[in-house]
């Protein structure tokens, strides 16, 4: 069963908000691999497509808050609505500041580390995407939703071994001379793995929020 009646703008606006969190997850996961493929001009690109799509999803989120508020859903219902979009939103923001990051400091991934880091964005990448799909179901086939967020908590823990076995390399390596190499090495191994922690994040919500709707 629907969640929303016959609301119809308020369904169109809930649809364009997760397309754009699907578009950000995208434009994120393209972001970082023209990182790891050394073409910084591109990289710079998909920072800019990050920002603008960050303001779509923040003003979307508002007009939806809105018309939450001013309209026909009730209070429990509503505020599990209204926590499901902000931690959705994170999800953007998160990966804007990774890919701003990024682009400002340019750390140079050795290539004994390219192929973990691929997997990693992957991982990463793969979680977002279900967490969308978790997303939109939690909206409109509620009984679905347990399927998408078993995957986010799949890949999230995917990309956790992932960022492990990097921290491992770039400590353990004779390669990293320097420490604040291993240091950079970890700290964006932890960002990238970040924006599956986003999306474990918005799965749990989504979990309780599922439960509280078949009671």
């Known amino acids: 069963m629907k969640l ?3 609301t119809r703008e308020l369904i169109q606006e809930i649809e364009v908000f997760y397309d754009t969190i699907a578009q950000a997850a995208l ?4 972001g970082i691999d023209f990182f790891l493929d050394r073409d910084t001009e591109r990289l710079t690109e998909r920072v800019h497509e990050m920002n603008d799509l960050e303001n779509q999803a923040d003003t979307l989120r508002r007009s939806i808050e809105r018309k939450l508020y001013s309209r026909m859903l009730i209070p429990d219902v509503r505020g599990d609505v209204l926590g499901l979009l902000e931690a959705s939103d994170n999800v953007i923001d998160w990966a804007k500041k990774l890919l701003t990051a990024m682009d400002i400091e340019r750390p140079q991934i050795p290539d004994s580390l390219l192929k973990e ?6 991982a990463s990448y793969k979680a977002m995407d279900e967490m969308v799909k978790a997303a939109r179901c939690y909206f409109y086939e509620t009984e679905m939703v347990n399927d998408h967020i078993n995957k986010v908590y799949f890949f999230e823990h995917e990309a956790d071994k992932i960022e492990d076995q990097i921290k491992r390399k770039a400590f353990r390596s004779d390669e990293f001379t320097e420490l604040s190499r291993r240091v950079q090495m970890r700290y964006f191994a932890e960002r990238v793995a970040n924006l599956s922690d986003q999306a474990e994040n918005v799965g749990n919500r989504l979990a309780i929020a599922a439960i509280k709707r078949s009671i």
């Open 4 to 6: 929303f009646g016959k």
């Open 27 to 30: 434009v994120c996961k393209t």
């Open 117 to 122: 880091f691929r997997e990693l964005n992957e």
